[in-house]
């Protein structure tokens, strides 16, 4: 009888401890979800500034329409679905070329619209790369907390595969740590 007791107090730590990383596990991996959605969030924020930055832009340099439509091509496409890595750097590049017409036209680099829309831009970029680096500080507590003991005996088991630290897109790495060159002075 002493035996059974003894058994039953040894599956029932075990239990606890095991709900316990799982618990563990399980927020962690949340956190690494949010981070995804942060940045996803911020690409989309991107994505709805550039509209309103091509109608300035249209407005002073009316002629450029080739660079107009290949920015809002690149962005319709980078809109479209998940986060894709080439459609980003499509978009990054056209955005560049868009924001260089300030350079072209004075009038347009003078615009209070056209100023303030570079501003959000700017500090989207810095959103973004902020949100990078929460994103990857929560990747790394996920895996450390998943290939620690005892959470890595039982992890695998319990269906927690290791995060990846590129998850998202090739068009971030070099470029969403940077400050955005978004100055005409």
């Known amino acids: 009888m002493s035996t059974i007791i003894v058994i039953l107090i040894v599956l029932g730590i075990v239990g606890i401890v095991l709900v316990a990383i799982y618990n563990k596990l399980v927020a962690l991996r949340q956190n ?20 309103n ?9 009316s002629h450029e329409q080739d660079t107009l439509d290949q920015v809002i091509s690149a962005r319709n496409t980078a ?17 560049d070329r868009l924001l260089a017409l300030g350079e072209a036209y004075p009038d347009l680099k003078a615009s209070a619209n056209f100023q303030e829309l570079q501003r959000e831009l ?10 990078r680096r929460a994103l990857n500080a929560a990747v790394s ?10 959470a890595i005996l039982f992890a ?6 290791e ?17 955005p060159q978004v100055q005409f002075s």
């Not at 700017?122 to 949100?131: G, H, T, Y």
């Open 163 to 179: 995060a990846d630290f590129h998850r998202l897109d090739d068009s971030e790495k070099g470029v969403v740590d940077q400050v």
């Open 32 to 51: 690494v979800n949010q981070g995804v959605a942060d940045i996803d969030a911020q690409l989309r924020q991107r994505h709805d500034l550039i509209p």
């Open 53 to 61: 930055l091509v109608n300035t832009v249209k407005g002073y340099a």
């Open 122 to 131: 700017a500090d989207v970029e810095d959103k973004l790369a902020a949100a």
């Open 156 to 161: 695998g088991m319990l269906g927690f595969q």
């Open 141 to 150: 507590r996920y895996n450390t907390g998943r290939e620690t003991f005892p």
């Open 79 to 95: 809109a479209q679905g998940s986060i894709n890595s080439s459609d980003e750097a499509q978009l990054r590049v056209a955005l």
